[in-house]
């Protein structure tokens, strides 16, 4: 590694072995779609390589950054490169609200031409996806007061508090989520209804299960003293990520479940 304003890194294995591990997996997953023996455990060994690669590949950057080559010039790339990653998560939420709006403002033949579906039994919006609209959205008041906490100096008391808290709101609201999906009334396949919705709730929980990992990861490097009160992007990406999923899921709510239900107006029959 040469010091420099910008980003200039030697050599490193982890992104082919990265890409191998994600090769891996596909191709496990294309066998256990064809049902072939053991294809899951290809799935699982490809898995655990990635996560070990990706820790590897992570502790080399900390290092980088606790040996002083991260530059103002450097963070500046790895705010742009959070930024264009948030964008693109929204562009794949995009495609899947593109596909709710075109089935529910226009239900064809196959469902009756009625939105919600014949036979299928909408959530309740005002019972557990209320409540973890709640949950979300104090967990971002609680990340934010971490957040704030640690830029005025409070590496003790307010940071530890608030981070503990999000991570365990995120946590009850996969719990939640979880006893949601199982209490409903349909599946992915019951047609275009189950699939949208499952597919929308569904990768939005996968990024509170990321999300709460990072914020796991966050804490940790919270803990052992790895953020200052001007040297803190990590923990800044953090609370970034998660606002967008706070955000993300206000939005799934009103649509999803209050507007698709027939809460805010009655659909005609």
């Known amino acids: 590694m040469v010091r420099s304003p910008y980003y200039r890194v030697s050599p490193s294995p ?30 699982f060994f490809g898995g655990f390589l990635l996560a070990s690669c990706l820790s590897l590949w992570w502790r080399d950057l900390l290092r980088e950054g606790d040996q002083g080559y991260h530059s103002k010039y450097v963070i500046k790339t790895f705010r742009d490169g959070m930024v264009m990653f948030i964008v693109s998560e929204v562009m794949f939420f995009f495609s899947f609200f593109w596909a709710f709006f075109t089935s529910s403002l ?42 704030n906490s640690l830029k005025c100096k409070d590496y003790d008391y307010g940071p530890v508090v608030g981070m503990v808290f999000t991570i365990f709101c995120g946590v009850v609201f996969v719990g939640l989520q979880y006893k949601e999906y199982f209490s409903n009334s349909f599946c992915i396949s019951d047609g275009i209804y189950g699939s949208v919705f499952y597919m929308l709730t569904g990768f939005h929980g996968a990024h509170v299960i990321f999300g709460t990992v990072f914020l796991i990861v966050t804490f940790g490097r919270l803990w052992f003293g790895h953020f200052l009160s001007n040297r803190h992007f990590g923990f800044e990406a953090c609370v970034w990520y998660w606002h967008f999923v706070d955000v993300i899921w206000i939005v799934v709510y009103i649509f999803v479940y209050v507007w698709s239900g027939g809460r805010m107006f009655p659909w005609s029959s």
């Open 14 to 43: 982890w992104p082919p072995l990265v890409a191998f591990c994600l090769v891996n997996m596909a191709l496990g997953l294309v066998n256990w779609m064809y049902r072939v023996n053991y294809s899951i455990y290809i799935i």
């Open 106 to 147: 226009s239900p064809n033949v196959e469902i009756g031409g009625n939105w919600t579906p014949y036979g299928i039994r909408s959530p309740n919006a005002f019972s557990i996806p209320l409540l973890n609209t709640w949950i979300l959205v104090t967990s971002g008041i609680s990340v934010n007061y971490s957040y």
